[in-house]
């Protein structure tokens, strides 16, 4: 099997809705996206490089949703990391540095072991993010 047909295949897969269950959810990611954001399409989806990019991150208010710039990264192409398929919705990005250092303490949504749950213990890594919650370009 070449490795353009086993991409080939990983992508019908995760366009199917079977993406890897390898991730590990945390209580926050628990819930799936709304099948707008999966089936939309963002800006991080035009990319051809690793594209700076501000990260951000929901919470719930009493009548809205808030979001907040916790970090800049960088959005990478495509739909894996580390060899596992992304779900429908999100992007994989490189934390690089956090807005505040008490950000750190926020748990990601996704991660890839237990071990590393928090921003902070991502920094330098490559995670899924919502891509609804990327902004390409730099600066706070």
């Keep these: 099997m070449t490795a353009t047909y086993h991409a080939q295949i990983e992508v019908e897969q995760v366009s199917q809705g079977n993406f890897s269950s390898e991730w590990v959810h945390s209580s926050c990611g628990s819930t ?3 099948q707008v954001d999966a089936d ?12 700076y990019c ?10 809205a949703i808030f979001r907040h710039k916790v970090a800049i990264g960088q959005d990478h192409p495509g739909n894996m990391v580390n060899g ?3 779900p429908p919705g999100y992007a994989i990005i490189t934390l690089d540095t956090l807005a505040k250092e008490m950000y750190g303490t926020i748990e990601m949504e996704m991660t ?8 902070a213990a991502n920094l330098g890594s490559l995670v899924p993010w919502q891509k609804c919650n990327i902004v390409l370009g730099a600066g706070w």
Aim: hydrophobic share 30%.
């Design 32 to 34: 799936q996206l709304p």
């Design 40 to 51: 939309s399409t963002f800006d991080v989806d035009h990319i051809s490089e690793p594209t």
């Design 54 to 63: 501000m990260l951000y991150v929901e919470s719930q208010g009493c009548k």
């Design 84 to 86: 596992r398929s992304l």
């Design 112 to 119: 890839m072991d237990d071990d590393r749950s928090t921003l």
